[in-house]
Protein backbone atom coordinates (compact mmCIF):
# COMPACT_ATOMS: atom_id res chain seq x y z
CA UNK A 1 0.00 0.00 0.00
CA UNK A 2 1.41 3.04 -1.11
CA UNK A 3 0.82 6.40 1.80
CA UNK A 4 0.59 10.18 1.69
CA UNK A 5 2.44 11.18 4.74
CA UNK A 6 1.30 14.30 6.18
CA UNK A 7 4.03 14.85 8.68
CA UNK A 8 3.92 17.62 11.63
CA UNK A 9 0.73 19.23 11.72
CA UNK A 10 -0.96 20.76 14.40
CA UNK A 11 -3.71 17.99 14.37
CA UNK A 12 -6.85 19.57 15.71
CA UNK A 13 -10.27 17.48 15.48
CA UNK A 14 -12.95 18.46 18.36
CA UNK A 15 -15.15 15.61 17.90
CA UNK A 16 -11.98 13.25 18.96
CA UNK A 17 -10.91 16.05 21.97
CA UNK A 18 -7.72 15.61 19.78
CA UNK A 19 -5.00 18.62 19.59
CA UNK A 20 -1.76 17.50 18.64
CA UNK A 21 1.13 17.57 16.45
CA UNK A 22 1.56 14.64 15.04
CA UNK A 23 1.57 12.61 11.59
CA UNK A 24 -0.85 11.11 9.62
CA UNK A 25 -0.82 8.38 6.92
CA UNK A 26 -3.30 8.13 3.96
CA UNK A 27 -3.79 5.46 1.21
CA UNK A 28 -7.11 5.11 -0.74
CA UNK A 29 -9.15 8.02 0.63
CA UNK A 30 -8.76 7.04 4.38
CA UNK A 31 -6.87 7.59 7.24
CA UNK A 32 -4.47 4.36 8.14
CA UNK A 33 -2.65 5.52 10.80
CA UNK A 34 -2.31 9.02 13.41
CA UNK A 35 1.02 8.75 14.62
CA UNK A 36 3.12 6.06 13.81
CA UNK A 37 3.58 4.37 10.28
CA UNK A 38 1.51 1.23 9.44
CA UNK A 39 4.17 -1.67 9.24
CA UNK A 40 3.61 -2.19 5.93
CA UNK A 41 3.44 -0.31 2.54
CA UNK A 42 5.58 2.63 1.34
CA UNK A 43 5.63 6.03 1.41
CA UNK A 44 5.05 7.64 -2.11
CA UNK A 45 4.72 11.40 -1.26
CA UNK A 46 5.19 13.15 1.61
CA UNK A 47 3.63 16.88 2.70
CA UNK A 48 5.42 18.95 5.29
CA UNK A 49 2.76 20.32 7.83
CA UNK A 50 5.15 22.26 10.03
CA UNK A 51 3.16 25.32 11.77
CA UNK A 52 -0.08 24.38 10.11
CA UNK A 53 -2.91 23.23 11.80
CA UNK A 54 -4.66 19.94 9.91
CA UNK A 55 -8.64 20.03 10.77
CA UNK A 56 -11.54 18.55 9.51
CA UNK A 57 -13.23 20.07 6.69
CA UNK A 58 -15.69 22.82 7.07
CA UNK A 59 -19.23 21.57 6.23
CA UNK A 60 -21.69 24.71 5.29
CA UNK A 61 -25.02 24.25 6.19
CA UNK A 62 -26.01 27.14 3.66
CA UNK A 63 -24.86 27.80 0.42
CA UNK A 64 -26.20 29.55 -3.17
CA UNK A 65 -24.54 28.21 -6.20
CA UNK A 66 -26.74 29.93 -8.37
CA UNK A 67 -26.37 27.25 -11.27
CA UNK A 68 -28.71 26.80 -12.71
CA UNK A 69 -30.01 29.92 -13.99
CA UNK A 70 -27.73 32.76 -12.42
CA UNK A 71 -24.53 32.33 -13.98
CA UNK A 72 -23.94 36.14 -14.32
CA UNK A 73 -23.28 35.57 -10.53
CA UNK A 74 -21.14 32.29 -10.69
CA UNK A 75 -21.30 28.70 -11.12
CA UNK A 76 -21.23 25.49 -9.50
CA UNK A 77 -17.75 25.18 -10.73
CA UNK A 78 -16.41 28.73 -9.59
CA UNK A 79 -18.39 28.55 -6.10
CA UNK A 80 -17.22 25.02 -5.32
CA UNK A 81 -13.63 26.20 -5.75
CA UNK A 82 -13.87 29.08 -3.71
CA UNK A 83 -15.48 27.11 -0.88
CA UNK A 84 -12.82 24.55 -0.62
CA UNK A 85 -10.92 27.55 -1.01
CA UNK A 86 -12.15 28.84 1.83
CA UNK A 87 -12.05 25.26 4.07
CA UNK A 88 -14.84 23.35 3.00
CA UNK A 89 -15.38 20.55 1.80
CA UNK A 90 -18.85 19.53 1.80
CA UNK A 91 -21.63 22.10 0.97
CA UNK A 92 -25.31 22.22 1.37
CA UNK A 93 -26.75 24.43 -1.91
CA UNK A 94 -29.93 26.38 -1.33
CA UNK A 95 -32.55 25.39 -3.72
CA UNK A 96 -32.77 29.28 -5.35
CA UNK A 97 -31.81 28.47 -8.65
CA UNK A 98 -34.12 28.64 -12.03
CA UNK A 99 -35.48 26.05 -12.68
CA UNK A 100 -36.17 26.18 -8.84
CA UNK A 101 -34.31 22.70 -7.27
CA UNK A 102 -37.77 20.98 -6.88
CA UNK A 103 -37.28 18.10 -8.59
CA UNK A 104 -35.22 15.13 -9.65
CA UNK A 105 -33.54 16.11 -12.49
CA UNK A 106 -32.64 19.73 -11.50
CA UNK A 107 -31.15 18.22 -8.67
CA UNK A 108 -29.02 15.64 -10.66
CA UNK A 109 -27.84 18.30 -12.60
CA UNK A 110 -26.44 20.07 -10.25
CA UNK A 111 -24.73 16.82 -8.87
CA UNK A 112 -23.26 16.20 -12.22
CA UNK A 113 -21.73 19.68 -11.81
CA UNK A 114 -20.41 19.66 -8.94
CA UNK A 115 -18.47 15.84 -9.73
CA UNK A 116 -17.30 17.34 -12.96
CA UNK A 117 -15.81 20.57 -11.30
CA UNK A 118 -14.26 18.01 -8.94
CA UNK A 119 -13.69 20.72 -5.78
CA UNK A 120 -16.22 20.73 -2.49
CA UNK A 121 -18.49 17.97 -2.54
CA UNK A 122 -22.38 19.77 -2.77
CA UNK A 123 -24.88 18.29 -0.79
CA UNK A 124 -28.65 19.72 -2.60
CA UNK A 125 -31.29 20.90 -0.65
CA UNK A 126 -34.60 20.57 -2.88
CA UNK A 127 -37.44 22.89 -2.50
CA UNK A 128 -39.74 22.41 0.44
CA UNK A 129 -42.65 23.59 -1.71
CA UNK A 130 -43.34 23.79 -5.59
CA UNK A 131 -41.41 26.65 -7.43
CA UNK A 132 -40.47 27.91 -3.56
CA UNK A 133 -43.76 29.36 -3.54
CA UNK A 134 -44.76 28.35 -0.10
CA UNK A 135 -48.16 26.77 -1.29
CA UNK A 136 -47.78 23.35 -2.80
CA UNK A 137 -45.57 20.28 -1.07
CA UNK A 138 -42.97 19.49 -3.43
CA UNK A 139 -42.38 15.55 -3.88
CA UNK A 140 -40.58 15.29 -0.84
CA UNK A 141 -39.63 11.63 -1.26
CA UNK A 142 -38.35 11.81 -4.53
CA UNK A 143 -36.41 14.69 -3.77
CA UNK A 144 -34.97 12.86 -0.89
CA UNK A 145 -34.28 9.60 -3.17
CA UNK A 146 -32.59 12.22 -5.88
CA UNK A 147 -29.82 12.89 -3.60
CA UNK A 148 -30.65 15.47 -1.42
CA UNK A 149 -30.13 16.32 2.15
CA UNK A 150 -32.66 18.03 3.30
CA UNK A 151 -35.55 20.38 2.29
CA UNK A 152 -35.54 24.47 2.34
CA UNK A 153 -37.70 27.30 1.24
CA UNK A 154 -34.18 29.23 0.75
CA UNK A 155 -35.95 32.04 2.88
CA UNK A 156 -38.99 32.13 0.59
CA UNK A 157 -42.60 32.34 2.74
CA UNK A 158 -44.83 29.84 3.57
CA UNK A 159 -48.14 30.77 2.80
CA UNK A 160 -49.45 30.12 6.02
CA UNK A 161 -49.27 27.96 9.67
CA UNK A 162 -51.70 25.78 8.01
CA UNK A 163 -49.14 25.02 4.94
CA UNK A 164 -45.98 24.79 7.24
CA UNK A 165 -48.27 22.52 9.56
CA UNK A 166 -49.16 19.57 6.52
CA UNK A 167 -45.10 20.24 5.22
CA UNK A 168 -43.85 19.03 8.77
CA UNK A 169 -46.36 16.21 9.08
CA UNK A 170 -45.62 15.07 5.71
CA UNK A 171 -41.91 15.43 6.22
CA UNK A 172 -42.37 13.63 9.93
CA UNK A 173 -44.05 10.70 7.87
CA UNK A 174 -40.64 9.65 6.29
CA UNK A 175 -38.15 11.53 8.66
CA UNK A 176 -37.22 14.00 6.33
CA UNK A 177 -35.14 16.65 7.44
CA UNK A 178 -36.21 20.50 6.90
CA UNK A 179 -34.42 23.75 7.16
CA UNK A 180 -36.48 26.51 7.91
CA UNK A 181 -35.77 30.39 8.20
CA UNK A 182 -38.01 31.89 10.98
CA UNK A 183 -39.27 35.05 9.23
CA UNK A 184 -42.60 36.62 9.46
CA UNK A 185 -43.15 38.02 6.43
CA UNK A 186 -45.97 40.07 7.25
CA UNK A 187 -43.57 41.98 9.88
CA UNK A 188 -40.05 41.70 7.55
CA UNK A 189 -42.09 43.53 5.10
CA UNK A 190 -40.14 46.29 3.36
CA UNK A 191 -37.55 46.24 6.06
CA UNK A 192 -34.29 46.30 4.52
CA UNK A 193 -31.91 45.97 7.99
CA UNK A 194 -32.20 46.08 11.43
CA UNK A 195 -34.97 47.70 13.29
CA UNK A 196 -33.13 50.15 15.89
CA UNK A 197 -31.78 53.73 16.41
CA UNK A 198 -29.14 53.14 13.26
CA UNK A 199 -32.34 52.24 10.94
CA UNK A 200 -34.22 55.05 12.59
CA UNK A 201 -31.54 57.74 12.19
CA UNK A 202 -30.56 56.89 8.49
CA UNK A 203 -34.76 56.58 7.10
CA UNK A 204 -34.20 53.03 6.55
CA UNK A 205 -37.15 50.46 7.15
CA UNK A 206 -36.36 48.38 9.89
CA UNK A 207 -37.12 44.38 10.46
CA UNK A 208 -37.75 43.66 13.96
CA UNK A 209 -36.30 40.79 15.78
CA UNK A 210 -39.87 40.06 16.80
CA UNK A 211 -40.36 39.32 12.82
CA UNK A 212 -37.78 36.04 14.05
CA UNK A 213 -39.05 35.52 17.22
CA UNK A 214 -42.46 35.00 16.47
CA UNK A 215 -41.71 33.07 13.62
CA UNK A 216 -39.38 31.02 15.83
CA UNK A 217 -42.23 30.47 18.13
CA UNK A 218 -44.68 29.13 15.50
CA UNK A 219 -42.20 26.78 13.85
CA UNK A 220 -41.24 24.89 17.21
CA UNK A 221 -44.99 24.66 18.11
CA UNK A 222 -45.27 23.09 14.81
CA UNK A 223 -42.61 20.69 15.86
CA UNK A 224 -43.55 19.55 18.63
CA UNK A 225 -46.96 18.75 17.81
CA UNK A 226 -45.76 16.72 14.64
CA UNK A 227 -42.32 14.95 16.31
CA UNK A 228 -40.48 16.75 12.90
CA UNK A 229 -36.41 16.90 12.90
CA UNK A 230 -36.18 20.60 11.80
CA UNK A 231 -32.36 22.74 11.39
CA UNK A 232 -33.40 26.32 12.11
CA UNK A 233 -31.08 28.38 9.53
CA UNK A 234 -29.35 31.87 10.57
CA UNK A 235 -30.90 33.01 13.30
CA UNK A 236 -29.77 36.58 14.54
CA UNK A 237 -30.69 37.52 17.48
CA UNK A 238 -30.19 36.41 21.54
CA UNK A 239 -34.07 35.61 22.35
CA UNK A 240 -33.95 33.09 19.56
CA UNK A 241 -30.85 31.31 20.64
CA UNK A 242 -32.61 30.93 24.31
CA UNK A 243 -36.03 29.59 22.61
CA UNK A 244 -34.25 27.15 20.59
CA UNK A 245 -32.35 26.36 24.27
CA UNK A 246 -35.57 25.88 25.82
CA UNK A 247 -37.10 23.68 22.98
CA UNK A 248 -33.86 21.32 22.82
CA UNK A 249 -34.28 20.94 26.85
CA UNK A 250 -38.02 20.48 25.85
CA UNK A 251 -36.56 17.17 23.69
CA UNK A 252 -37.79 18.96 20.34
CA UNK A 253 -35.45 17.79 17.29
CA UNK A 254 -34.09 20.69 16.56
CA UNK A 255 -30.73 22.63 15.81
CA UNK A 256 -29.56 25.57 14.56
CA UNK A 257 -26.82 28.05 12.87
CA UNK A 258 -25.63 31.14 12.74
CA UNK A 259 -24.13 33.49 9.69
CA UNK A 260 -20.51 33.91 9.94
CA UNK A 261 -21.19 37.67 9.02
CA UNK A 262 -23.68 38.23 12.21
CA UNK A 263 -20.84 36.77 14.18
CA UNK A 264 -18.44 39.72 12.78
CA UNK A 265 -21.04 42.96 12.27
CA UNK A 266 -23.91 44.97 13.50
CA UNK A 267 -26.45 47.18 12.49
CA UNK A 268 -23.13 50.31 12.85
CA UNK A 269 -21.75 48.72 9.51
CA UNK A 270 -24.28 50.16 7.47
CA UNK A 271 -23.75 53.66 8.50
CA UNK A 272 -23.00 55.25 5.39
CA UNK A 273 -25.15 53.06 3.46
CA UNK A 274 -22.89 50.66 2.74
CA UNK A 275 -24.56 47.90 0.66
CA UNK A 276 -22.35 45.46 1.24
CA UNK A 277 -23.99 45.03 4.37
CA UNK A 278 -27.38 44.62 2.90
CA UNK A 279 -27.55 40.80 3.95
CA UNK A 280 -31.03 39.10 5.25
CA UNK A 281 -31.16 37.95 8.12
CA UNK A 282 -29.80 41.45 8.83
CA UNK A 283 -27.02 42.74 11.14
CA UNK A 284 -28.57 43.68 14.55
CA UNK A 285 -27.19 44.76 17.80
CA UNK A 286 -23.99 44.23 19.40
CA UNK A 287 -26.19 42.97 22.21
CA UNK A 288 -27.55 39.91 20.12
CA UNK A 289 -24.00 39.89 18.14
CA UNK A 290 -22.42 38.98 21.68
CA UNK A 291 -25.08 36.02 22.53
CA UNK A 292 -24.54 34.58 19.53
CA UNK A 293 -20.75 34.27 20.08
CA UNK A 294 -21.60 32.80 23.19
CA UNK A 295 -23.76 30.17 21.88
CA UNK A 296 -21.27 28.92 19.53
CA UNK A 297 -18.70 28.88 22.29
CA UNK A 298 -21.45 26.85 24.03
CA UNK A 299 -21.56 24.20 21.10
CA UNK A 300 -24.67 25.19 20.75
CA UNK A 301 -25.03 26.84 17.53
CA UNK A 302 -22.85 25.85 13.63
CA UNK A 303 -21.64 28.45 11.63
CA UNK A 304 -22.28 28.84 8.03
CA UNK A 305 -21.30 31.17 5.49
CA UNK A 306 -24.85 31.87 3.85
CA UNK A 307 -22.41 32.62 0.60
CA UNK A 308 -24.79 34.32 -1.45
CA UNK A 309 -22.63 36.48 -4.48
CA UNK A 310 -24.29 38.90 -6.58
CA UNK A 311 -23.43 40.95 -9.78
CA UNK A 312 -21.50 44.00 -8.44
CA UNK A 313 -24.16 46.27 -10.38
CA UNK A 314 -26.73 44.80 -8.04
CA UNK A 315 -25.33 45.58 -4.79
CA UNK A 316 -23.55 48.92 -5.67
CA UNK A 317 -27.51 50.38 -6.18
CA UNK A 318 -28.30 52.28 -3.34
CA UNK A 319 -28.98 50.15 0.12
CA UNK A 320 -32.78 49.50 -0.20
CA UNK A 321 -32.72 49.18 -3.60
CA UNK A 322 -29.30 46.15 -3.07
CA UNK A 323 -29.71 43.00 -3.57
CA UNK A 324 -29.45 40.90 -0.29
CA UNK A 325 -26.58 38.59 0.88
CA UNK A 326 -22.97 38.93 0.60
CA UNK A 327 -19.93 36.89 -1.03
CA UNK A 328 -17.99 34.94 2.04
CA UNK A 329 -15.89 32.36 0.83
CA UNK A 330 -12.83 35.21 0.41
CA UNK A 331 -13.48 36.42 3.22
CA UNK A 332 -14.54 33.13 5.54
CA UNK A 333 -11.09 32.03 6.62
CA UNK A 334 -9.45 35.69 8.10
CA UNK A 335 -12.82 36.39 9.22
CA UNK A 336 -13.41 33.51 11.68
CA UNK A 337 -9.53 33.96 12.47
CA UNK A 338 -10.12 37.44 13.21
CA UNK A 339 -13.25 36.68 16.38
CA UNK A 340 -10.16 34.00 17.11
CA UNK A 341 -7.60 35.90 17.83
CA UNK A 342 -9.37 38.93 19.80
CA UNK A 343 -10.76 36.22 22.31
CA UNK A 344 -14.51 36.26 21.25
CA UNK A 345 -14.01 32.30 20.13
CA UNK A 346 -12.39 30.04 20.94
CA UNK A 347 -10.46 27.87 18.74
CA UNK A 348 -11.84 24.48 19.36
CA UNK A 349 -15.71 25.97 19.41
CA UNK A 350 -15.13 27.70 16.22
CA UNK A 351 -13.90 24.59 14.34
CA UNK A 352 -16.21 22.19 15.63
CA UNK A 353 -19.39 24.67 14.73
CA UNK A 354 -17.92 23.92 11.41
CA UNK A 355 -17.24 20.47 11.42
CA UNK A 356 -18.99 18.21 14.24
CA UNK A 357 -21.61 20.37 15.09
CA UNK A 358 -23.16 20.72 10.90
CA UNK A 359 -22.15 16.91 10.80
CA UNK A 360 -24.45 16.14 13.72
CA UNK A 361 -27.07 17.91 11.97
CA UNK A 362 -27.17 16.42 8.67
CA UNK A 363 -26.00 12.62 10.23
CA UNK A 364 -22.85 12.55 8.43
CA UNK A 365 -19.19 11.65 10.06
CA UNK A 366 -16.46 14.67 11.15
CA UNK A 367 -13.15 14.31 12.75
CA UNK A 368 -10.15 12.02 12.43
CA UNK A 369 -9.85 8.09 12.82
CA UNK A 370 -8.28 5.65 11.48
CA UNK A 371 -10.01 4.24 8.14
CA UNK A 372 -12.60 6.94 8.18
CA UNK A 373 -12.77 8.90 4.55
CA UNK A 374 -10.54 11.96 4.32
CA UNK A 375 -11.91 15.46 4.61
CA UNK A 376 -9.93 17.77 5.93
CA UNK A 377 -8.57 21.29 5.48
CA UNK A 378 -4.45 22.58 6.13
CA UNK A 379 -4.68 25.76 7.48
CA UNK A 380 -1.25 28.15 7.50
CA UNK A 381 -2.92 30.25 10.82
CA UNK A 382 0.62 32.81 9.94
CA UNK A 383 -0.19 33.71 6.55
CA UNK A 384 -2.31 36.84 5.79
CA UNK A 385 -5.20 37.30 3.10
CA UNK A 386 -5.51 39.73 0.55
CA UNK A 387 -7.29 41.81 3.27
CA UNK A 388 -4.43 41.35 5.63
CA UNK A 389 -6.02 39.48 7.86
CA UNK A 390 -4.02 36.02 9.40
CA UNK A 391 -5.23 32.78 8.18
CA UNK A 392 -5.36 31.28 5.04
CA UNK A 393 -6.63 27.64 3.39
CA UNK A 394 -3.47 26.00 2.02
CA UNK A 395 -4.79 22.76 0.77
CA UNK A 396 -8.31 20.91 1.06
CA UNK A 397 -8.95 17.17 0.72
CA UNK A 398 -12.51 15.77 0.09
CA UNK A 399 -12.27 12.24 0.36
CA UNK A 400 -8.58 11.30 0.31
CA UNK A 401 -8.39 13.82 -2.73
CA UNK A 402 -6.56 17.18 -3.02
CA UNK A 403 -8.81 19.19 -4.45
CA UNK A 404 -7.30 22.77 -3.44
CA UNK A 405 -3.86 23.60 -3.37
CA UNK A 406 -2.86 27.38 -3.30
CA UNK A 407 0.25 27.83 -4.88
CA UNK A 408 3.24 29.33 -2.64
Request: hydrophobic fraction near 40%; include cysteine; aromatic fraction near 6%.
Amino acid sequence: MKYLHIRDARVIAPAQQLDAVCDLYLAEGRIRAIGQKPAGGTIESTLDAQGHWLVPGFIDLSSYLNEPGYTQRGTIASETRAAAAAGFSQLCAQPLTKPVADSPAVIQLMQDKAGSAGYSRVLPLGALTQGLAGEQLANMVSLRNAGCIALSNARQPIKDSYVLRRLMEYAATYDILLFLSADDAALSNGGVMHEGPTATRMGLAGIPETAETIALAQILLLVEQTGVRAHISQLSCARSVSMLNDARQRGLRVSGDVALANLCYTDAQVNGYNSRYHVLPPLRCESDRQALLAAINNGELAICSNHQPHEIAAKKAPFADAAAGMAMYDLFIGLLLERVNCGELTLHAALSALSSVPAATLGLRSGFEEGQLFNASLINPQQQDSYGRSGQVVATFVEGFKVFRRQP
